[in-house]
């Protein structure tokens, strides 16, 4: 039970420099916190609404003045001096005071940034670390380190399309720990990015989310390149390291086919190649094979791959409580992208992750390639128990800020980490 005192947002800029939201909480009990929240580039149709100001004389039109004004007038109004018997409550009110399906009017930035501070501020009032908060909210007593599938390779709409696949990971499947995880990650992203130079004459440059994105002339030779990578460190392609890939299909899917080359193929036929995928590389997890309209054809890809990589799905969820019992009821996945931001406030994704977790899903906790320096989505993933977390490559601070809060959180806590992709 926590009475609020105000909120408030401020406009700041995340990491390709376009404006976001940063939101501030204060309790009565004086207790505060704070949250910047992401912004995604290949976003799923199904996403809540990200408000943004529409000026093209400012950032391309892209400036959050609006949501912070939302945040600053008439969400401050609405909350403050309001006593909340949790977040759930707490978010009840946000999403009734928008009023829309997909928070369009107040925003869904807007609408999340005021969500996670208050979570923030909860946390520092009960004299917990986030992680332990996010825990206890989800009644989940057995915590520990999600494995991090870490981004290599990149295409599609984060590198400027050179390859219509958007990324390829790393799994460190035979890390102890987090600790072990990074630094054989280190050793094939630096491994890659040699044969990158080498093979490509790719200087070392990174794409939204940090992979490396030398021109390779179509998606198999990126999968055979990481298997090199991973040889070229030292370690057992399949065994010490396995390879994870988001292929993104939903951005080049047009008029019923896919376009992974200037011949598109038909629902079956992209099937088919992705399973072919399964068979030749070490691929444990395959996000969005297909694409988010494509909904029909998600049960065979699932049938094809099942047991052997797990079935993700990112657009075509948008961890929304909704799909993902249709896509339940379809046999459509087994595992969820969990994106806080996709749905807009911290129950409802509570609510996604639960139902998936329920139905016996992996969920892979998401950053979202435009990121900000706050670490709240590494605590989010331990207490909520996920079993894989995603934030980007081995570089750059809005990537590297979760990496090192989940080693200082092992570290500390001495927990230990998720067995997936070797047992279950
Ligand atoms: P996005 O990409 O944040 O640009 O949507 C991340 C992903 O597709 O997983
Ligand atoms: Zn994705």
Same mark, same amino acid.
């Given at each position: 039970?926590?009475?609020?005192?105000? @909120?408030?947002?401020?406009?700041?800029?995340?990491?390709?420099?376009?404006?976001?939201?940063?939101? !501030?909480?204060?309790?009565?009990?004086?207790?505060?916190?704070?949250?910047?929240?992401?912004?995604? /580039?290949?976003?799923?149709?199904?996403?809540?609404?990200?408000?943004?100001?529409?000026?093209?004389?400012?950032?391309?039109?892209? !400036?959050?003045?609006?949501?912070?004004?939302?945040?600053? !007038?008439? *969400? /401050?109004?609405?909350?403050?001096?309001?006593?909340?018997?949790?977040? =759930?409550?707490?978010?009840?009110?946000?999403?009734?005071?928008?009023?829309?399906?997909?928070?369009?009017?107040?925003?869904?930035? &807007?609408?999340?940034? @005021?969500?996670?501070?208050?979570?923030?501020?909860?946390? &520092?009032?009960?004299?917990? #670390?986030?992680?332990?908060?996010?825990?206890?909210?989800?009644?989940?007593?057995?915590?520990?380190?999600?494995?991090?599938? *870490?981004?290599?390779?990149?295409?599609?709409?984060?590198?400027?399309?050179?390859?219509?696949?958007?990324?390829?990971?790393?799994? #460190?499947?035979? &890390?102890?720990?987090?600790?072990?995880?990074?630094?054989?990650?280190?050793?094939?992203?630096?491994?890659?990015?040699? *044969?990158?130079?080498?093979?490509?004459?790719?200087?070392?440059?990174?794409?939204?989310?940090? !992979?490396?994105?030398?021109?390779?002339?179509?998606?198999?030779?990126?999968?055979?390149?990481?298997?090199? /990578?991973?040889?070229?460190?030292?370690?057992?392609?399949?065994?010490?390291?396995?390879?994870?890939?988001?292929?993104?299909?939903?951005?080049?899917?047009?008029?019923?086919?896919?376009?992974?080359?200037?011949?598109?193929?038909?629902?079956?036929?992209?099937?088919?190649?992705?399973?072919?995928? @399964?068979?030749?590389? #070490?691929?444990?997890?395959?996000?969005?094979?297909?694409?988010?309209?494509?909904?029909?054809?998600?049960?065979?890809?699932?049938?094809?791959?099942?047991?052997? /990589?797990?079935?993700?799905?990112? =657009?075509?969820?948008?961890?929304?409580?909704?799909?993902?019992?249709?896509?339940?009821?379809?046999?459509?996945?087994? &595992?969820?992208?969990?994106?806080?931001?996709?749905?807009?406030?911290?129950?409802?994704?509570?609510?996604?992750?639960?139902?998936?977790?329920?139905?016996?899903?992996?969920?892979?906790?998401?950053?979202?390639?435009?990121?900000?320096?706050?670490?709240?989505?590494?605590?989010?993933?331990?207490?909520?128990?996920?079993?894989?977390?995603? @934030?980007?490559?081995?570089?750059?601070?809005?990537?590297?800020?979760?990496?090192?809060?989940?080693? *200082?959180?092992?570290?500390?806590?001495?927990?230990?980490?998720?067995?997936?992709?070797?047992?279950?």
């Amino acid at each position: 039970m926590s009475r609020v005192s105000t @909120v408030r947002a401020w406009e700041i800029l995340d990491s390709r420099g376009r404006p976001t939201l940063m939101a !501030g909480c204060q309790l009565a009990s004086g207790r505060t916190g704070t949250a910047s929240i992401p912004s995604g /580039a290949s976003s799923g149709k199904a996403e809540a609404h990200e408000l943004r100001d529409g000026d093209p004389q400012r950032y391309g039109g892209l !400036g959050c003045r609006q949501a912070v004004a939302h945040v600053n !007038g008439e *969400i /401050a109004q609405a909350l403050s001096n309001q006593l909340f018997a949790d977040q =759930d409550a707490f978010d009840i009110t946000l999403r009734m005071l928008d009023g829309t399906p997909n928070k369009a009017r107040l925003g869904a930035n &807007a609408i999340l940034a @005021v969500s996670l501070a208050y979570s923030r501020a909860c946390a &520092a009032e009960a004299g917990l #670390p986030l992680y332990a908060y996010y825990a206890r909210e989800m009644g989940n007593d057995s915590l520990q380190i999600p494995r991090p599938t *870490i981004n290599l390779f990149s295409g599609g709409l984060h590198a400027g399309g050179q390859v219509p696949i958007q990324d390829v990971l790393v799994v #460190p499947a035979a &890390a102890a720990n987090m600790d072990e995880a990074l630094s054989m990650t280190y050793a094939v992203y630096y491994a890659a990015a040699g *044969i990158a130079e080498e093979r490509y004459r790719y200087r070392l440059l990174r794409a939204d989310e940090g !992979g490396l994105a030398p021109a390779f002339a179509n998606a198999d030779e990126m999968l055979a390149v990481a298997v090199e /990578a991973i040889k070229a460190a030292g370690y057992r392609p399949g065994e010490d390291v396995m390879l994870a890939v988001d292929v993104a299909a939903s951005h080049f899917y047009r008029d019923g086919g896919y376009w992974l080359s200037d011949t598109p193929i038909d629902s079956k036929a992209m099937v088919d190649v992705v399973a072919g995928w @399964v068979e030749k590389y #070490p691929i444990v997890s395959v996000e969005d094979g297909l694409a988010e309209e494509d909904w029909d054809h998600w049960p065979a890809l699932k049938a094809k791959i099942v047991g052997n /990589a797990l079935v993700l799905g990112d =657009d075509l969820l948008c961890t929304n409580p909704d799909r993902i019992e249709k896509a339940l009821a379809m046999d459509a996945a087994d &595992a969820l992208l969990l994106k806080v931001n996709q749905i807009g406030t911290l129950s409802e994704a509570a609510d996604a992750c639960r139902i998936a977790k329920q139905a016996g899903w992996k969920v892979t906790v998401s950053a979202r390639s435009g990121e900000t320096e706050d670490d709240w989505l590494a605590d989010l993933a331990i207490g909520w128990g996920g079993h894989q977390i995603k @934030v980007g490559a081995i570089t750059q601070s809005e990537r590297l800020s979760k990496y090192n809060r989940l080693l *200082i959180v092992e570290a500390q806590a001495g927990l230990p980490m998720e067995s997936w992709p070797n047992v279950d």
